[in-house]
């Protein structure tokens, strides 16, 4: 599950999604792909990484929502942060990297 915390009309607003599809992280890998410099991004490229957060949310908040409604510092951490495996994921998960599954 991935929340994400926004500053909108004055207030904190938590939003969560059960899961990213598979759909957005093909989004995010094509514009990894097309992207000339990862330390260096334009603000047209900033833009097509941000529009992935609201598409990952299920559109529960807009782009612009979603730039005036978090820390700048924060704002590359929470694209990367959408990709990440959750705490609860990893903990669920045997070294094998099996969650759930007995050992035979």
Do not use: C, Y
Not at 2 to 19: A, H
Not at 61 to 71: C, E, R
Not at 88 to 101: K, R, S, V
């Amino acid at each position: 599950m991935k929340t994400i915390t926004l500053f909108i009309d004055g207030e904190e607003k938590k939003f969560v999604t059960p899961f990213v599809s598979g759909l957005i992280w093909r989004n995010f890998i094509e514009l990894k792909a097309k992207t000339k410099d990862p330390t260096r991004l334009t603000v047209e490229e900033l833009d097509k990484f941000a529009a992935l957060v609201p598409m990952a949310f299920g559109n529960q908040f807009n782009l612009d929502q979603f730039w005036a409604g978090i820390p700048h510092d924060k704002v590359m951490l929470t694209i990367d942060g959408l990709f990440s495996p959750d705490q609860d994921e990893n903990q669920d998960e045997d070294e094998n990297g099996d969650a759930g599954n007995e050992k035979k």
